[in-house]
């Protein structure tokens, strides 16, 4: 379980706390999003998470230890795959696995496994300018696979992609954390997005970020989207619109 206490957190060049006593947790094997208007906050908090960012006061714990103390605590997907160029995607996955000083045999075949599970074993020796969109941020989710954290934070990964793909990738990725079992926070700005992916919506209302609403999903998983268009998702997706366009200055 992932537990914020009373997390306060000040950029330098700020004069007020960006997150002010904040408290909240996450299960394990959920998968939960945090939506909130842009520059509310939201990446802040996965920052504070993974270690990137320290806090100013208050505990940041991951079952029951302070994160920073949990070895491979955290992964992290950014919004662009971050894959470079001039590596063969096999070598691109590696990368981590090289700096950890792993095995070069462990290392192969670790990434052998990996391809195979996210269905792109064929793409091994291609570079990413081979690879669509979609396959990009299924190696970038590989990587973060590899990572071996429980705990898997999702950065707006589909914002970039064409709405076609993004919706297959939605479904790819529910069966991908239901086969892994890992917890997935993941940040979006898409209300649907958030609504078909998540069993609970973490709602930022407001900035400093001093606490999150927590809204349950009413559907099961495996999710259909002819669901979408129940009464009471319906009402859930009205609710957070609404919320969020309270917010928004323009
Ligand atoms: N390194 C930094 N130094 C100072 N201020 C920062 C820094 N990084 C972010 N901020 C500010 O903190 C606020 C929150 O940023 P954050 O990136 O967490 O928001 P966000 O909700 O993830 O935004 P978005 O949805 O647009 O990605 C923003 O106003 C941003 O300008």
Request: net charge negative; hydrophobic share 40%.
């Amino acid at each position: 379980m992932l537990e914020f206490q009373h997390v306060t957190f000040q950029y330098d060049s700020e004069d007020f706390n960006i997150i002010d006593d904040l408290s909240f947790t996450v299960e394990p094997e959920e998968f939960i999003s945090i939506i909130g208007i842009s520059g509310c906050g939201k990446s802040t908090i996965f920052k504070l998470t993974n270690g990137l960012l320290k806090r100013k006061s208050g505990n940041i714990l991951l079952n029951g230890q302070d994160i920073a103390s949990v070895k491979h605590a955290a992964g992290y997907m950014p919004q662009k795959d971050l894959l470079f160029p001039w590596r063969t995607i096999e070598k691109n996955l590696c990368l981590p696995m090289e700096i950890a000083k792993v095995p070069q045999s462990e290392q192969t075949q670790r990434v052998s496994d990996i391809l195979k599970e996210v269905g792109l074993s064929d793409y091994a020796a291609k570079y990413p300018k081979d690879l669509s969109g979609g396959m990009r941020q299924r190696i970038s989710f590989a990587r973060t696979l590899l990572t071996d954290a429980d705990l898997l934070l999702l950065d707006e990964p589909f914002s970039a992609l064409d709405a076609l793909t993004r919706i297959s990738m939605q479904e790819w990725l529910l069966k991908q954390w239901q086969h892994f079992h890992k917890t997935i926070m993941f940040i979006t700005h898409d209300v649907e997005e958030a609504i078909f992916m998540s069993s609970k919506i973490y709602l930022v209302k407001q900035t400093p970020i001093h606490e999150l609403e927590v809204l349950k999903v009413p559907m099961d998983y495996p999710r259909n989207r002819n669901d979408m268009g129940r009464p009471e998702i319906v009402e859930l997706k009205e609710y957070l619109i609404d919320q969020l366009r309270k917010q928004v200055i323009i």
